[in-house]
């Protein structure tokens, strides 16, 4: 089986670098877990199917998104991650018009791993600064 940090590189690297919808029940166990997503009661996302919408959402939103592992660390079945999200906003994904800005936040994330999959996911992104860097909100001490 490979090892917790070489399929968390091929998660971002095929699921979101090269937008392969394919690679996510590839890459995600059945009933894995991801916590920290933008979801309406704040309750994990759960399974293949309840990420589609979320994977859909934003790659409609950032067509070029980009997610680079900067730093990693390994313990057994876990990694932990810190990414920087790149992109510019030129779809309606997240129900706003496009306002070709450009997205540039930083991230962690870590997974349990096992059998090769993604088991349990927790997401710490800065979606704040996403939001502001496209108009969706006004972030306090940022011009507009």
Known sequence: MPAALEVAREWFEQVWNRGSEEAIARLMAPDAQFHGLP??????VIGPDAFKPFFRQFRQAFPDIRIVIERSVTEGDMVALHCRVTGSHRGDGLGIAPS???LDIDGMAMARIRDGRIVEAWNCFDFLSLY?????????????
């Open 132 to 144: 502001g860097q496209v108009g969706l909100v006004q972030v306090p001490g940022t011009a507009r």
């Open 39 to 44: 979801t309406p009661d704040g309750s994990p």
């Open 100 to 102: 070709g800005n450009r």
